[in-house]
């Protein structure tokens, strides 16, 4: 009977052993239970800002994609007008030089004293280019009042 008292006390020992050790991993795991609550506390504290920050992002990337839209149709619209102005500009160039050919086959050129005469009797002078000659544009201009005075003379008026 001792020896079955002392297996039992033993055993009792035993059992005392692996309960504290038993206590003592579920206090373990208890603390692990917590520091894991608490770390998924601060992840879902982190999710909510970090979905804000991804909505901030979204919300940024579609403003500047808007804008890039409309820079580049004030681009187009600006190479399109750019375009026109240099046809513009084109055309003109063509009709200034086909003035200038016209006007090419037009030479006027009065004397001096010719140009003289015809300032002084309309009462101004006749400016000349320096070589003796008026301009075809001076001559016109000086003999302009008096071609006018002809004509109205010669419808009677």
Do not use: W
């Amino acid at each position: 009977m001792n020896t079955q008292i002392e297996q039992i006390s033993g055993a009792s020992q035993e059992l005392k052993a692996n309960g504290t050790e038993m206590s003592e991993s579920v206090g373990s795991i208890k603390a692990v239970v917590e520091q894991t609550m608490a770390a998924t506390e601060q992840m879902q504290a982190t999710s909510g800002t970090v979905k804000e920050a991804v909505a901030n992002i979204a919300s940024i990337s579609e403003e500047n994609s808007a804008a890039t839209e409309q820079s580049s149709a004030s681009a187009e619209e600006m190479s399109a007008q750019v375009e026109q102005v240099q046809a513009v500009t084109q055309t003109l160039r063509r009709t200034s030089q086909t003035l200038a050919d016209q006007m090419s086959t037009f030479s006027l050129e009065v004397s001096a004293e010719d140009a003289l005469a015809v300032a002084e009797r309309n009462g101004a002078a006749a400016p000349t280019n320096g070589n003796g000659k008026a301009t075809a544009q001076e001559a016109a201009q000086a003999a302009a009042p008096r071609a006018e005075a002809e004509a109205v003379g010669v419808n009677g008026h």
